[in-house]
């Protein structure tokens, strides 16, 4: 049985490699970070301004940071898994469908 300390500590690294890699995408290109991870522009400004060690406060905590997109839209999350739905659709119309779900807001 797996240990809530060892639960814990996986989300952990968990937000910590989300968060390092929202940084690298929001400094690279800040518009297709924006879109790829879901997030306002408020929050990206935010986020991109984080100091390393703001990073690694922030990753500390035992709640994910990471949030499930099709959490609120059950249609589109049981359209995009149907079997053989990606041999029929394309990487543009997968983006297509993501992009039309509303950006996450801060808690």
Known sequence: ?????????????????YLLLAQRL??????IAIYRLGISEDLCNILGNFSLAQV?????STKMLLDFRFSNDE???KEITKV??????????????MA?????DIE
């Open 1 to 17: 049985m797996v240990e809530a300390n060892d639960i814990s500590e996986s989300i952990r690294e968990i937000n910590l490699a």
């Open 26 to 31: 929001i400094h690279h290109d800040k518009a």
């Open 56 to 60: 690694i406060r922030f990753a500390t």
């Open 75 to 77: 249609a589109a999350l």
């Open 84 to 97: 053989g739905i990606y041999s029929r659709l394309n990487p543009v119309q997968s983006s297509i469908v």
């Open 100 to 104: 039309g779900m509303p950006v996450g």
